[in-house]
């Protein structure tokens, strides 16, 4: 029982929180004349004591303690003697590790939106560096389009902005204090919740007692926001491992960012990149486990929920983790700016522009122009050159309407600047959109 039952192996980690709930409880408990200013005064000594002893020396773990309840309380005791039993009046462990955990992963949710805004500025600084910088555009991992390196980190630039808000929103939803729920029903007890909720930093009490010592949600929120972004860390992180491979010679990682092989001399592996793509299961693992503690318990708490904590400081772990190695490696990578020029002129990536070239200068339809790129492709391939590299005279027999002007459009740097839709990647769009992202970041 001892060993399944104790939580302060992990739950330690919140000494602060406990303390400060405890601090913040006493002192309400005091003003509404239910213990006395003195026991009061004497307990929060006492509290303080505690948690300076813990600041230097670490939380004891006494597994007979149960939790870092019980741990501080029994503290307490030893430090203030009987009078340390008034501080648990009209309190449960159910509002107030409610309560702690809450104030924890409100701190973990403002971390994150940190780590979000670090490598958000580091996507538009290499954004703005690279908005005419031209790379292949991939569907399915073909070449498809030209498109701007600028334009292609926007693209995660946007994907992170919501994640930033989706931590937000999570902040926003859990700023109710569950404090003075007490085990569940409330209590008989002439508390001002308003005090100890102001005292914590949140905007009011939780309205229903049942509901705030069983209610998880605040976790599962963190959790599920932090899933979404890490599986976007993923997907950059999977970009950069393909680029950095050597078909590919697009970027070179930092080297406080990769390492060598013991075996091999000439590898450099993307190993950080590796483990954010590895650690976004873990985050989703972790979102996934709490949901399915949650899912069947009836109201209210139920000791399952003490399994909410490790899923939540492993994810929170992870998340800052590789929120810190992004946003070095979107900072600090070297791209071979030559290579994906190169890269974007071999693989026939401007054949739409030769199709829209027809459409717009021969009032030919689209199905046929598209006829007509492809024979112009096969012959290319034929040849081994790019688009551009056929001649006029192969290109007119193929079909007639063809004329010098049509070069102009098969460069790739005609085809990025003539992609100048809003939303597009023309290097003038992609200026644009910095311009915009440094405003949204609040930066100028
Ligand atoms: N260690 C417990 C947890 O983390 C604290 C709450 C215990 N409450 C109870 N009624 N046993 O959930």
Known sequence: MREINASIPFDKIL?????????????????????????????DQGLQQIAAEYERDGVPEDWDLEDIHMTVEARLTEIVGPVAGRLHTARSRND???????MWVRTANRRAIAGIEAVLAALVARAEEHAGTIMPGFTHLQTAQPVTLGHHLLAYFEMLMRDR????????????????????????FDLDRDMTAEALGFAQPTRNSLDAVSDRDFALDYLTAASQC??????????????????????????????GSSIMPQKRNPDAAEL????????????????????????????????????????????????????????????????MRRA???????????????????????????????????????????????????????DERIDERVFDALSVDASVAARASYGGTAPQRVRQQVAAAKQRLGME
Request: aromatic content about 6%; charged content about 20%.
């Open 230 to 259: 890490s599986l976007h860390l993923s997907r950059l992180a999977e970009e950069f491992i393909i680029w950095a491979s050597q078909p590919f010679g697009f970027v070179k990682l930092p080297d406080t960012l990769s390492t």
């Open 15 to 43: 000494w602060r929180e406990d303390i400060e709930g405890s601090r913040a409880h006493v002192a309400m408990l005091a003003r509404q004349g239910i213990v006395s200013a003195e026991d009061a005064g004497t307990i």
């Open 276 to 339: 954010v793509r590895g650690h976004a299961g873990r985050v989703i693992g972790c979102a996934t486990s709490l949901m399915i503690t949650m899912k069947g318990l009836p109201l209210a708490y139920s000791k399952d929920m003490q399994d909410d904590k490790p899923p939540v400081f492993e994810a929170a772990g992870l998340i800052d983790l590789s929120l810190a190695a992004m946003a070095g490696m979107v900072a600090d990578s070297g791209f071979d700016t030559a290579r």
């Open 96 to 102: 107030q590790v409610a309560t702690d955990f809450r």
């Open 344 to 398: 974007a002129e071999a693989g026939h990536a401007t054949a739409t522009d030769l199709a829209d070239w027809l459409v717009r200068q021969a009032d030919i339809p689209f199905r046929e122009a598209h006829h007509i790129t492809g024979a112009a492709v096969k012959l290319a391939d034929e040849q081994g050159v790019a688009l551009d590299g056929l001649s006029i005279g192969d290109l007119k027999a193929i």
């Open 165 to 188: 808000s989706r931590f937000a929103d999570a902040l926003a939803r859990m700023d109710e204090c569950p404090l003075g729920s007490a085990a569940l029903a409330g209590t008989g």
